[in-house]
């Protein structure tokens, strides 16, 4: 059996007001804000180069999808294994150790050869991001209540910031040096990110509870059930994505600049709109803002497929992006709402978990899906399977449309 530490950190100041108060709170947060930045660059440089690394290591596009879903198998077993600790006042060693583990999963990988050593090193960098996650939200939700939307929404940016402009900067390294040099520099810099985490402390909950039930309880509500299922597709879209875009837009002659570049156009809209969207969940709810802006996502994504032009792809990235930058806040604040304040780490480490099992779902099975149907049914799948798993969630609890009261004593994000 695992033995924990105290909870309460020693001779701690108010939540949010350690010594330097508000001016050193938002500067802990800003760090870790640099850490989802720098981190995010190296995962979405390999979501980006798969059609290089297809190509340059004769790895068959039917497995491509173990490189992918390797990532999500990492995440899952360190969110479900070691995110509720972050509750029990390790968060700050698990942040610091998932930095450390990201750094060492991207070197590995750009100096790995072979299939097998891609999927070990992608495990790796998958299992620092499921540590990272988990302690930062964490720090977020318990330190700022008021604003958990609008400054989840702000992390949610940085991540997106590094999916912006990790890929172009891969791309361009690609061109200028070779497809090892991407992967190592962005792994240095990620190591060089402990530095912004050196005043950075996440305070364990007031009251221990029972850590070896707490998934069980999270799990028994309607209310957390739907919430995860919103994560759920999100997720298995994200996985679908992955292992897909890059081989996709390749086969309709993209050049590898191009598919870079598209990432960024997909993301960029997330990013200017990040903080804003986080705060749509502040104000009308994060039931409504996550349910029906993933909802206007499944369209969009099952048409991917059938659509031959590289520009119209283009075009439809952006609104799809938009919506996820209204959804991503929605449904960690939809989660960490359905659960008690001292299982806050854990519940948004099970959305992860949760998540992660959805999106290694989808990566596992959109290549091979489509080699076998082709795009149009590969997409159009992925589509369905989205739109079953946000109409179970609505079944579960339903969405009633009203405007969220701040003076409210009540979770401003059930709707």
């Known amino acids: 059996m695992v033995r924990t530490l105290p909870a309460r950190l020693p001779n701690p100041a108010p939540i949010g007001h350690h010594r330097s108060g508000k001016l050193g709170h938002d500067v802990r947060v800003r760090g870790l804000y640099i850490v989802a930045a720098v981190t995010m660059a190296g995962v979405s440089s390999v979501f980006a180069l798969l059609a290089e690394i297809e190509k340059a290591y004769d790895i068959p596009q039917s497995q491509l999808g173990w490189i992918a879903g390797s990532a999500f198998v990492g995440a899952l077993v360190t969110?479900?294994?070691?995110?509720?600790?972050?509750?029990?006042?390790?968060?700050?060693?698990?942040?610091?150790?998932?930095?450390?583990?990201?750094?060492?999963?991207?070197?590995?990988?750009?100096?790995?050869?072979?299939?097998?050593?891609?999927?070990?090193?992608?495990?790796?960098?998958?299992?620092?991001?499921?540590?990272?996650?988990?302690?930062?939200?964490?720090?977020?939700?318990?330190?700022?209540?008021?604003?958990?939307g609008e400054l989840l929404g702000t992390f949610y940016g940085a991540y997106l910031a590094g999916f912006v402009f990790g890929p172009p900067f891969a791309g361009a390294l690609v061109v200028l040096v070779d497809l090892r040099t991407p992967f190592i520099v962005l792994g240095a810099a990620t190591a060089a990110t402990m530095y912004s985490l050196r005043s950075v402390h996440i305070p364990g909950a007031e009251e221990r509870s029972n850590s070896r039930g707490v998934l069980r309880r999270l799990i028994t509500t309607k209310r957390m059930m739907a919430a995860l299922l919103v994560v759920l597709s999100?997720?298995?879209?994200?996985?679908?994505?992955?292992?897909?875009?890059?081989?996709?837009?390749?086969?309709?002659?993209?050049?590898?600049?191009?598919?870079?570049?598209?990432?960024?156009?997909?993301?960029?809209p997330m990013l200017l709109v990040?903080?804003?969207?986080?705060?749509?969940?502040?104000?009308?709810?994060?039931?409504?803002?996550?349910?029906?802006?993933?909802?206007?996502?499944?369209?969009?994504?099952?048409?991917?497929?059938?659509?031959?032009?590289?520009?119209?792809?283009?075009?439809?990235?952006?609104?799809?992006?938009?919506?996820?930058?209204?959804?991503?806040?929605?449904?960690?604040?939809?989660?960490?709402?359905?659960?008690?304040?001292?299982?806050?780490?854990?519940?948004?480490?099970?959305?992860?978990?949760?998540?992660?099992?959805?999106?290694?779902?989808?990566?596992?099975?959109?290549?091979?899906?489509?080699?076998?149907?082709?795009?149009?049914?590969?997409?159009?799948?992925?589509?369905?399977?989205?739109?079953?798993?946000?109409?179970?969630?609505?079944?579960?609890?339903?969405?009633?449309?009203?405007?969220?009261?701040?003076?409210?004593?009540?979770?401003?994000?059930?709707?």
């Open 79 to 148: 969110q479900l294994w070691l995110a509720r600790y972050a509750d029990r006042g390790h968060a700050t060693r698990l942040l610091r150790a998932g930095v450390i583990a990201s750094a060492l999963g991207l070197v590995w990988f750009g100096l790995a050869t072979e299939l097998w050593q891609f999927v070990l090193a992608r495990t790796l960098l998958g299992a620092g991001v499921g540590m990272i996650i988990p302690p930062a939200r964490r720090y977020i939700v318990v330190t700022s209540p008021e604003r958990q």
């Open 234 to 268: 999100f997720r298995y879209s994200v996985g679908v994505f992955e292992p897909l875009w890059s081989p996709h837009l390749d086969r309709l002659g993209a050049s590898t600049l191009t598919v870079t570049l598209s990432l960024t156009v997909f993301a960029l």
């Open 274 to 415: 990040a903080r804003a969207a986080g705060s749509l969940t502040d104000r009308y709810g994060s039931r409504i803002t996550s349910l029906l802006s993933a909802l206007a996502t499944v369209p969009l994504m099952a048409s991917y497929g059938f659509i031959g032009a590289v520009p119209v792809l283009f075009a439809m990235a952006i609104p799809h992006g938009l919506m996820e930058a209204v959804q991503s806040p929605g449904s960690q604040a939809a989660v960490g709402e359905a659960a008690p304040p001292d299982d806050a780490a854990a519940a948004q480490g099970l959305g992860e978990a949760a998540g992660s099992v959805a999106a290694m779902l989808g990566a596992m099975t959109a290549p091979p899906l489509y080699v076998w149907l082709g795009p149009g049914p590969a997409w159009m799948i992925a589509g369905l399977v989205m739109l079953i798993l946000l109409g179970t969630s609505q079944v579960l609890d339903p969405v009633k449309v009203r405007r969220a009261s701040p003076s409210s004593d009540q979770p401003t994000g059930h709707s």
